[in-house]
């Protein structure tokens, strides 16, 4: 006989787990089914390990320059498989974490691949086993995974997709990241940091293409300053891979096509979702190249079924999976959330430096009809980011002329990622900049920047 319950969720991440805990608060008899490990990509493979190695790398980093802060530290060095051992155990830590959460919620954990089977009906299989589940309502969480290069898929050993650059048996000398977005980006630091000779190639004309021109030209910038080597509006066509390392073939932005070896290669060109093999088609369920479509409620096209986080497209971030969790699960609850909206989804890239922001670039402001009010604030004129030796970077704020709306923060710097959310707050406040410039902000703290560049706006920044 198949168990019952009055929610089964897909899939274990940040959107699944989150869901299934605020399910369980209101009241509904709930199930998780995960066929890897509680916690999915960003707790395992993705967010969480790779700010511990990153977390490394600017430890490593700051030892390197210890003679900056009268320190002294002779003899700096690394043990490879010390640093992935940290890592794995972080992820470890927090992914038994989420198994005492799913306890003490009384969230019922099935094993296994699941698969749409029916309305309101999943099969859970493992091995030889199978678990016949229903429930009313069903909500899909089954994320995303690295898109491969057609001509070059990963192979774990020259060719790495983010997994394989998470736990790697050898430190690169000459490392070749195809795509410049946030983990392209951020393996970039980690290596380039721990002594990898690193290039980036990015078909866009410039890196970071999301964020704000200024933002993307500071970080090209920077990262050449730490001696990367950034090749924009360029293409790798051809990978050959050896016992000793790959062979990349790249066409330039001048259309010419050069030849280099490197010894390891990180493809982070994208995502693809896990939509296939679940039992979509056969209920007819909506999808748009190869993302499920939803309203703001998670609800897909077919009564019953709903998704959230990765697999119904941008952004894909573990904060937006969530909050789309906790929104569906209430809906469903016969609760009245606001439906869920992607204009204050905040992003984070935890280079070194790092870059945060919300909301409308400059341009997309101006594309969308907005007269603007631009502010801009170094670091180097904050007391606090020198004191710190972070005296590089700047915070930038975009305004309605007329309203006053905060329409977009960009940031670049250290530590902008906790930062941002001040900005983020402040949008979901509808403050203006009027409330911004009568904030209080404290001395010394790199907060201050955020005070700086409101005032900025409207020809006020009182420190530069």
Known sequence: MAESY?????????????AA???SQLGLKTAIVERERLGGICLNWGCIPTK??????????YMQHAKDYGLKADNVGFDLAKIVERSRKVSGQLNAGVKGLMKKNKVAVHEGVGKLTGKGKLTVTQGDKKTELTAKHIIVATGARARDLPFAKADGKRIWTYRHAMTPEEMPTKLLVIGSGAIGVEFASFYSDMGADVTIVEMLPRILPVEDEEISAHMDKTLQKQGMKIMTGAGVEKLETSAK???ASIKGKDGKTSTEEYSHVIVA??????????????????TEKGHIVTDGYARTNVDGIYA???VTGAPWLAHKASHEGVVCVEAIAGEKPHPFEKWNIPGCTYSRPQVASVGLTEAKA???GHKVKVGKFPFIGNGKAIALGEAEGFIKTVFDEKTGELLGAHMVGAEVTELIQGYVVSRQLETTEAELMETVFAHPTLSEMM????LGAYGRALHI
């Open 21 to 23: 805990i605020r399910a």
């Open 366 to 368: 101006k594309e969308a």
């Open 245 to 247: 390392g790959v062979k």
């Open 451 to 454: 005070h700086e560049s409101v």
């Open 269 to 286: 060109i994208g995502i693809v979702p896990n939509t296939e093999d679940i039992g979509l088609e056969d209920l007819g369920v909506k």
């Open 52 to 61: 511990a190695l990153l977390r490394t790398s600017e430890v490593y980093h």
């Open 308 to 310: 959230i986080g990765d």
């Open 6 to 18: 009055d929610l089964i969720i897909l899939g274990s991440g940040p959107g699944g787990y989150v």
